[in-house]
């Protein structure tokens, strides 16, 4: 069975700074999809980045970056020049290889400060 | 291309009430998934389906919930009777692909209230 770690119930950013939002998973596929995703408070579901778990390079999106540690089975998400935005609720979700069934995290709440 | 629609936005029932919820996933995913929200936690999933098959309700209490997906496309998912612990964000999502590498697009949700 897989399963997505946040530890970090909520998460206070100063406009401009970069913030990390950490999450870790267990799964014993060797193939696997890792996801972010944005919830404001109106409550849709925003994807932000991809990374599969056989790809060499972290993934990048505009300001989404995805700090992608196989070993340590991590991959937090971090958001470069925060922005009034950003906040939200945010989750990491896996999917196993060859089969989409996506697992989600309990979410990060990231208030951004001015 | 148009996004993922729910129908109702909000809904509030008694409990031991019947309500039934609607999706209408983007025009050619294959995958249809309904996750329910408790406030305060990730989306659970309740049913996943390939087309107009079944591929995962392992955690859809079977004796309350159903849902199908007509010819493939649109998505209805009811609850009979509601409980109290049913109240909830009801997400639809939908994607274009199987293999696990297909990012999920979400409508707006369903707001359920059962008091």
């Known amino acids: 069975a897989q399963k997505i770690t946040q530890t970090q119930p909520g998460m206070f950013v100063q406009e401009k700074e970069a913030v990390t939002l950490d999450c870790t998973y267990d799964?014993?596929?060797?193939?696997?999809?890792l996801f972010w995703y944005k919830q404001p408070s109106s409550g849709e579901m925003i994807f932000l980045i991809y990374?599969?778990?056989?790809?060499?390079q972290n993934a990048t999106e505009g300001r989404y970056s995805l700090n992608f540690q196989k070993a340590r089975k991590s991959a937090n998400l971090v958001i470069s020049a925060s922005q009034l935005g950003d906040s939200a609720m945010y989750f990491c979700?896996?999917?196993?290889?060859?089969?989409?069934?996506?697992?989600f995290g309990t979410g990060t709440k990231l208030q951004v400060i001015p | 291309e148009a996004g993922v629609a729910q129908s109702p936005r909000y809904k509030i029932i008694e409990k031991r009430q019947s309500v039934a919820f609607w999706c209408n996933p983007i025009?050619?995913?294959?995958?249809l998934y309904w996750y329910q929200q408790i406030l305060g936690q990730g989306p659970k999933l309740l049913i996943q389906?390939?087309?107009?098959?079944?591929?995962?309700d392992s955690q859809l209490p079977k004796d309350r919930f159903s849902a199908e997906r007509l010819k493939g496309v649109d998505s209805t998912l009811k609850i009979q009777p509601a409980k109290l612990e049913d109240s909830a964000v009801y997400l639809c999502?939908?994607?274009?692909?199987?293999?696990?590498?297909?990012?999920?697009?979400f409508g707006n949700g369903t707001r359920l209230t059962v008091t």
């Open positions: 999502a939908s994607s274009l692909g199987v293999g696990g590498t297909s990012p999920l697009h």
């Open positions: 799964t014993s596929d060797p193939s696997y999809g």
């Open positions: 990374q599969g778990s056989y790809d060499q």
């Open positions: 979700a896996m999917t196993p290889g060859g089969y989409q069934k996506v697992t």
């Open positions: 025009s050619g995913h294959a995958t």
């Open positions: 389906f390939q087309n107009n098959g079944v591929v995962d």
